[in-house]
């Protein structure tokens, strides 16, 4: 099976990995933590501000693929305090349209760089 790396200018991958890989008609994107793309820096603040730039983050990512909101699938969201549940919630709600993606949250102990939250997707393109 053939691979396509995407990868987003601008934006800092914190390890050996792809923003994302398209295999076939779907596209996999590697978690995303509210890291600020003009810094680099992690984002301060608490869950929603994190949770809205993971978000833009990996809209960035869906943007170079040609794809959108409307295309992703699934969503995966790891918090270190499942206390943000409901914020993290109230963020996610404003970023789909019915019918929403399917979802799975997690609990984790730590994150990459101290961040509160990361969120991984996939997409989908006909």
């Known amino acids: 099976m053939e691979r396509q790396a995407i990868r987003v200018d601008g934006a800092a991958a914190v390890g050996p990995y792809s923003h994302a890989v398209r295999a ?3 596209l ?3 978690g995303q933590t509210p890291l600020n793309p003009a810094t680099g820096k992690l984002l301060g603040g608490g869950v929603k501000e994190q949770a809205r730039q993971c978000f833009h983050n990996l809209f960035k990512v869906l943007e170079a693929a040609s794809m959108g909101p409307g295309n992703v699938v699934k969503v995966n969201v790891f918090l270190t305090n499942m206390e943000d549940f409901a914020d993290m919630n109230e963020v996610y709600a404003s970023q789909f349209e019915k019918p929403y993606p399917a979802r799975t949250t997690i609990g984790v102990a730590a994150l ?3 961040a509160r939250i990361e969120i991984e997707m ?3 393109k006909e």
Request: proline share 8%; aromatic share 16%.
């Open 24 to 26: 076939g008609e779907f």
């Open 28 to 30: 996999y994107l590697s």
């Open 112 to 114: 990459p760089l101290g």
């Open 122 to 124: 996939v997409a989908r």
